[in-house]
Structure formats: structure tokens, C-alpha cells
């Protein structure tokens, strides 16, 4: 998917998972949800950002959209905590629209030694690569209310934000986040780490990826370093 429709914010994602129930016809959740989004206003609002995040958190992970089926995230949701997940799903949905990843990794080279993020900047590079469309200008504001909402960004006025201070992943999170990675965007059970993009990690601290995957070695996946390899073959 290239353009993401409408910003999410992390509890409504959270909250949807903690109710849904495998085998059940996802229409049976279009109700519910509306008391979740509770700060959107109308009907019609809330149904597209129903399917923005049916698309990442559901129907990415399965085939068809007549049932739920279990994944992941379903199961995650049940003993973790949002503070816990969040970033998670702040990576699939990076994994899910190329703008997104775009955006992210011209983040990377816009971003001023203060912190300071200018949008202008940002469409400018975005106008280069896909074109001067509503769909570019839309899916840089949805995804930039976005970061807002994972408490990544701090908004300052329309065209000036301000890049939050990095917060730490546990080992726990980045198995996790690899775990979805090879499932969802690569589809493949060997992952060579050194070629993970590094637009997924740029809103974390810095980490030793190689450490989690010996951790998790044996019981995940087998984890191969050797001098021109580090690769993880998974269960």
C-alpha cells in the first residue's frame, strides 16, 4: 500500500485487539469501535479509520476478510500492555505504506541538530518521488498526526514539529517486532539483520540487534553470525 488514509492513534489499535474474538465476522466490531474512537466525531469518519486499522492489524495477517483468525497482535494484546505494544504498532504500520517509510527516512536527514522537523521540507521531498496528489499531501498529514499520536513527534503549528526524545526497546519488543517483520514484510523465515531498513528503528535508541538474536537462538530461531553473515532462520 502506498497512502495511509487516516491517523491512528495507539489505544484505539490496542483497545480493538483486546476485544476481538477469532472467528467472529469483523462487521460485528463496526459498533464497538465508535465508543473506542471516542474523539472522532461522525459516523463516516470513524468507519475509515475502522478499515485503516482492520487493513494493518487484521486482513495484512490473514486471507480474506469474511472471519477473524487468530495473529499475533490478537494474542499480544491479551497479557501486554499498550506501553508495551505501542511501538510495535507503530513498526507494522511503517511496514504497511511505502509513503510512511519514505517520510520516515527523509526524517533522518531533515531533522535539525534542535530537533525541529519542517513538513514543507518534508512534502517537497515527497513531490520529487510521487508526484504533487492529494493522496501525498493527505498521507503526509495522516501519518505525520500519526507520530504525534505515538507521542514521536510534538506538533508545533501546521507546518513545524518538534522530534521527541528517543525511547529505549527491550529485547522482548525487537523479538516481537522481528517475529512480525519476517511474517508480514519480508514473508520469509530467514532474515539477514544487517538489511533490516533502518527507518523501522529510528524513533528508538540505538540497540544491539545481534545480542537479540543470540538471545532468542534455539528457542525462535537459529541465529548464524559468522564474519559476512548474521542470520536468523526462524522456527
Known sequence: MIGIDRPLRPEWIYETLKMLEVGEKPSAYNEPFEKVAKELIGKEGKKKVRTVLFRSFIYTLQDGKTKIKGNDFIEWAKDSTLEHLSPLFLMKILMDYEIARFVVQKMMISVD???????????????????????????????????????????????????????????????????????????????????????????????????????????????????????????
Not at 493522496?135 to 521527541?164: E, G, P
Request: glycine share 2%.
Open 113 to 235: 541538530s534542535s530537533n525541529h522537523l519542517s513538513s514543507v521540507l518534508l512534502f517537497k521531498h515527497m513531490v520529487k518521488t510521487f508526484g504533487d496528489r492529494n493522496v501525498v499531501k493527505k498521507s503526509l498529514r495522516a501519518f505525520l498526526a500519526t507520530l504525534v499520536h505515538f507521542n514521536v513527534l510534538d506538533k508545533i503549528d501546521q507546518k513545524n514539529f518538534f522530534l521527541r526524545e528517543k525511547r529505549n526497546l527491550s529485547h522482548e519488543q525487537v523479538k516481537k517486532f522481528i517475529l512480525i517483520y519476517a511474517k508480514a514484510f519480508i514473508q520469509s523465515k530467514v532474515i539477514n539483520l544487517n538489511e533490516i531498513e533502518p527507518e523501522f528503528f529510528y524513533f528508538f535508541q540505538p540497540f544491539d540487534l545481534a545480542a537479540v538474536g543470540t538471545e532468542y537462538s534455539g528457542t525462535c530461531w537459529e541465529h548464524i553470525r559468522e564474519i559476512e553473515r548474521n542470520m536468523l532462520i526462524l522456527k
